[in-house]
């Protein structure tokens, strides 16, 4: 089965840390680039990070800069979000997206970009005292 899963979600204070993975199944990613984006309740899908498939370049959205960081390992066939000094708005669910096709990692950083090939079922991140 073809899918992408995130995991490493859950229940955080505010100030704390998580790593989140996205894991390829049924196909390699080494190929893909990855955005991370999440969407809070009420709120539009919006971009959190970026990277490229072949040199690793990393993007992040203004907002996002300084405070989350991605990563890959493509022998693990895995893509990370490490994401610390974390506040109640940052409560989301985070999901992973690849795609083959992109121009920069800039353009791909936004949920609508039109070639994203699979998306994953999102994992729930709570930012709460």
């Known amino acids: 089965q073809v899918q992408l899963v995130e995991s490493g979600g859950g229940l955080v204070q505010p100030g704390g840390s998580l790593r989140l993975s996205c894991t390829a199944s049924?196909?390699?990613?080494?190929?893909?680039?990855i955005g991370w984006f999440r969407q809070a309740p009420g709120k539009e899908r919006e971009g959190v990070a970026c990277i490229s498939s072949n040199d690793g370049t990393t993007y992040y959205p203004d907002s996002m800069r300084g405070r989350f960081t991605v990563s890959r390992d493509n022998a693990k066939n895995t893509v990370w979000l490490q994401m610390n000094g974390l506040k109640p708005e940052d409560t989301a669910v985070y999901y992973c997206a690849a795609t083959q096709y992109i121009s920069t990692v800039q353009r791909m950083c936004v949920p609508n970009y039109p070639t994203y090939d699979f998306w994953g079922q999102g994992t729930q991140v709570t930012v709460s005292s």
């Open positions: 049924g196909f390699t990613l080494d190929y893909y680039a």
